[in-house]
């Protein structure tokens, strides 16, 4: 009996959000296990933006954000291709390939992507730059369980880990939206000024575990 309060008080206390203002997550090596997996009550989605701040020097594919459901792994994805201005992005298993990206290795940088079910619209968003939008998917909501990872990308609904594909470096201010924002609030939030936080994923109050080696460490833009 001690031992299931116990545990109950351990679950408990790691469901409380953390504020990680001023804070990343560091991947320090290539790994199939290390991750860390990203919690939220919503789980019918009919709209997605997802931002992020990254820091590698990896010049091979890797997953920047990564949601999958039991039915579609490739729910909602950010793909990083190894050519330096190529991106991979998917929603509902559909993918959209976007070029002429200028993603600079060991430089930190602001990655939005946004994504409508009514229009079936997928759009990247690199250092508040726009690309092209494109079509994917329409007409059907990503519906949960819903499981979302940094660090890695998933081939099955929160597994399926390859190391080949595995992030190396920092992840920061991960922010996720049930709509798509405007273009000024994705520049705002690229310029590091004033924006509305996330109401599935919010930095400042973030539901989350820590599966293998990953580290929470001060951001060192932070003086």
């Known amino acids: 009996m ?6 109950a008080v351990l679950t408990a206390c790691s469901a409380i959000p953390q504020d990680l203002s001023n804070k990343v997550f560091t991947f ?13 009550s919503r789980q019918n989605l009919r709209a997605v933006t997802v931002c992020l ?3 590698t020097d990896l010049k091979r594919d890797y ?5 999958a459901t039991p039915s579609v ?61 494109k079509f ?19 081939d099955s609904h929160g597994g399926g880990f390859v190391i080949e594909q595995s992030f190396v470096g920092m992840l920061s201010n991960v922010h996720m939206w049930d709509y798509t924002l405007l273009p000024c609030e994705i520049k705002s939030y690229a310029e590091q000024l004033n924006f509305t936080p996330g109401n599935v994923l919010n930095w400042e109050a973030l539901d989350f575990q820590i599966k293998g080696r990953v580290l929470i460490e001060d951001d060192p833009n932070i003086c």
């Open 73 to 133: 792994f490739n729910d909602f994805l950010i793909f990083k291709k190894a050519a330096r201005d190529e991106f991979h992005l998917y929603a509902r298993d559909k993918l959209a390939s976007v070029f002429g990206q200028d993603y600079k290795l060991n430089t930190w940088h602001s990655v939005c992507s946004t994504w409508d079910a009514t229009s079936g619209l997928i759009q990247l968003w690199l250092d508040g730059k726009p690309s092209s939008r």
């Open 28 to 40: 320090p090596q290539e790994s199939n296990t290390a991750h860390v997996r990203l919690t939220t």
């Open 2 to 7: 001690v031992l299931l309060l116990l545990l």
């Open 63 to 67: 997953s920047l954000f990564s949601l």
């Open 53 to 55: 701040r990254s820091f």
């Open 136 to 154: 994917v998917s329409s007409g059907s909501n990503i519906n949960g369980p819903i499981i979302m990872v940094l660090g890695q990308e998933q």
